[in-house]
């Protein structure tokens, strides 16, 4: 039996949920960071938020949560639907988890309001990132990292942010 996929244990406060493994791994997941991140507000396909994040609820309490056999389910207080979250997701986008890729871990924007544009994020200028392979690996690295990157000298057009990102892929 493989252990360090199991669920020992999940506890639960208003504030968040801790779930032990049987291997030992533990983590803790803040409600604010799960009602974020509920499956229900995002395409199952891409990941991509359905709602605005103006629409969450500003501070989101968990009335209760109960492991499944590969889930949690999260009810939460004020709201008529629950969030099923699958184990290995949670497993996967625990704090302190490393993922395979260094470039696929994601921050966690705890602090921010302490973050500045023009220095946190990346920056490349339109023609750098369409002719230069290595900044768009760079800028495309920090986007995937950072949920967020900027393009300079993007023509104020109709299609041109679309044009912009051609290099990255198809744009559907």
């Not at 392979?133 to 986007?143: D, E, G, I, N, P």
């Amino acid at each position: 039996m493989n252990h360090e996929n199991t669920l020992k244990s999940a506890s639960y406060t208003p504030e968040g949920i801790t779930l032990q493994w049987l291997n030992g791994d533990r983590a803790e997941f803040p409600s604010l960071w799960l009602r974020d991140n509920c499956p229900c507000d995002r395409d199952s396909r891409n990941g991509q938020r359905l709602i605005d994040v103006s629409d969450l609820p500003h501070d989101p309490r968990i009335r209760a949560a109960s492991p499944r056999e590969e889930t949690v389910l999260i009810e939460w207080e004020n709201e008529s639907h629950p969030a099923s979250f699958d184990l290995q997701w949670l497993r996967n986008n625990a704090p302190g988890h490393s993922p395979e890729k260094p470039e696929l871990a994601a921050k966690m924007w705890l602090e921010g309001s302490k973050l500045e544009a023009a220095k946190d994020f990346a920056w490349a200028s339109l023609p750098e990132f369409r002719d230069l392979a290595s900044v768009r690996l760079a800028w495309m690295t920090k986007l995937i990292q950072d949920g967020i990157a900027f393009l300079r000298g993007v023509p104020c057009t109709e299609h041109a942010v679309l044009e912009a990102v051609q290099p990255m892929g198809i744009v559907l």
